[in-house]
T-cell receptor, first 112, second 117 residues
Framework: QQQVKQSPQSLIVQKGGISIINCAYENTAFDYFPWYQQFPGKGPALLIAIRPDVSEKKEGRFTISFNKSAKQFSLHIMDSQPGDSATYFCAASNQAGTALIFGKGTTLSVSS | GAVVSQHPSRVICKSGTSVKIECRSLDFQATTMFWYRQFPKKSLMLMATSNEGSKATYEQGVEKDKFLINHASLTLSTLTVTSAHPEDSSFYIC?????????????FGNGTRLTVT
């Protein structure tokens, strides 16, 4: 119930392409869904976050799509660049549990 | 933006010794900080929630006597790995939330790479 399932485990995208990472959850009490970007040897950095009262949120080249009925959300990276190569984690939390529950991560490689 | 500073970034210690890792919120006060552990190419596993002025809350399976957490002020939490063993070698990352609401942004430090020889 507390798990957040993330796919794919790894992703290779050509420069300029669209990177799509998907996450699914079971706990319907989750109501905060952030995405984090992590470079090797660094801590995760908050990229973008969404609440279930909206179906989409866009910040620059990054978009979160949220499907409440399917209990799924995804990250879309438009015009992917080599600098986007990193590990991406989805996460979820709710008011009852203040800590974030993370997905297993997706390693993105953008080829130039 | 909010900055969470973690020190040291890397530490190597001998088996049986103890190591202290510091986590500071530099430009905001954090009543709650979270400690995560990350194995190579793996996800972040929550170890414990550090509460200022009270005892930490540990996740199931985390030995509280081995991983001592102290949150003595609104800007500092420490994690002490006691009697370290090679299996404790890992990447430890702290985080703190800006603001009280559970859905306020959670910011992470840059982690501490612990190697126990």
């Amino acid at each position: 119930q507390q798990q957040v399932k993330q796919s794919p485990q790894s992703l290779i995208v050509q420069k300029g392409g669209i990177s799509i990472i998907n996450c699914a959850y079971e706990n319907t009490a989750f109501d905060y869904f952030p995405w984090y970007q992590q470079f090797p040897g660094k801590g995760p950095a908050l990229l973008i976050a969404i609440r279930p009262d909206v179906s989409e949120k866009k910040e620059g080249r990054f978009t979160i799509s949220f499907n409440k009925s399917a209990k799924q959300f995804s990250l879309h990276i438009m015009d992917s660049q080599p600098g986007d190569s990193a590990t991406y984690f989805c996460a979820a939390s709710n008011q009852a549990g203040t800590a974030l529950i993370f997905g297993k991560g997706t390693t993105l490689s953008v080829s130039s | 933006g909010a900055v969470v500073s973690q020190h040291p970034s890397r530490v190597i210690c001998k088996s049986g010794t103890s190591v202290k890792i510091e986590c500071r919120s530099l430009d905001f006060q954090a009543t709650t900080m979270f400690w995560y552990r990350q194995f190579p190419k793996k996800s972040l596993m929550l170890m414990a929630t550090s509460n200022e002025g009270s005892k930490a809350t540990y996740e199931q399976g985390v030995e509280k006597d081995k991983f001592l957490i102290n949150h003595a002020s609104l800007t500092l939490s420490t994690l002490t790995v006691t009697s370290a063993h090679p299996e404790d070698s890992s990447f430890y990352i702290c985080s703190a939330r800006v603001g009280t609401p559970y859905n306020s942004p959670l910011h992470f430090g840059n982690g501490t790479r612990l190697t126990v020889t």
